[in-house]
T-cell receptor
């Protein structure tokens, strides 16, 4: 399967704990995006990488959130000191740069539940 | 302030009939529009897109229409099939002008196709 993969698929944690999610994009895609989706809402943009450079962050990304994409391949999203409001589906997407009208391909998401 | 609006949370259609899903946007800088389909516990799957230089794009049973003056687009599914039952998200992005291409999503419309 050469699609976007995410790990883990589900994560249950207690408030105050740190969690880390991983995303593996489609191999030839150099752009990688993180989105968050809560119940009844569409996905909301969090941050974006082109290769290893983090080029844009949403105001939704508080200082408890950090994302990395070492070597421009996989990416990790870490949430420190989780809060119940962080409970959501975290989605990763990838696309090709260089062609403006290109779609983003999404992974299956990581569902986070903070107790 | 929702820049992409899907005002119908749900739609029920008989198998074989046409499904019409609507989407309105407010930002005149958007010039690329996409529809994604989402099944429960999966990430969004790209369906069809349209750039602002066109007013119609067709792919099999799926056609997207764009009315720029009204800032409105619609997705037509003909004929509808039970397997089309899913949540459909409308998304928009700005292309060029320094935009990094993150998508702005609507809240989604849940389509149910009854046999």
């Amino acid at each position: 399967d050469t699609g976007v993969s995410q790990d883990p698929r589900h994560k249950i944690t207690k408030r105050g704990q740190n969690v880390t999610f991983r995303c593996d994009p489609i191999s030839e895609h150099n752009r990688l995006y993180w989105y968050r989706q809560t119940l009844g809402q569409g996905p909301e943009f969090l941050t974006y990488f082109q290769n290893e450079a983090q080029l844009e962050k949403s105001r939704l990304l508080s200082d408890r959130f950090s994302a990395e994409r070492p070597k421009g391949s996989f990416s990790t999203l870490e949430i420190q000191r989780t809060e119940q409001g962080d409970s959501a589906m975290y989605l990763c997407a990838s696309s090709l740069a260089g062609y403006s009208y290109n779609e983003q391909f999404f992974g299956p998401g990581t569902r986070l539940t903070v107790l | 302030d929702q820049q992409v609006k899907q005002n119908s949370p749900s739609l029920s259609v008989q198998e074989g009939r046409i499904s019409i899903l609507n989407c309105d946007y407010t930002n005149s800088m958007f010039d690329y529009f996409l529809w994604y389909k989402k099944y429960p516990a999966e990430g969004p799957t790209f369906l069809i897109s349209i750039s602002s230089i066109k007013d119609k794009n067709e792919d099999g049973r799926f056609t997207v229409f764009l009315n720029k003056s009204a800032k409105h687009l619609s997705l037509h599914i003909v004929p509808s099939q039970p397997g089309d039952s899913a949540v459909y998200f409308c998304a928009a992005r700005k292309v060029g002008g320094g935009s990094q291409g993150n998508l702005i999503f609507g809240k989604g419309t849940k389509l149910s196709v009854k046999p």
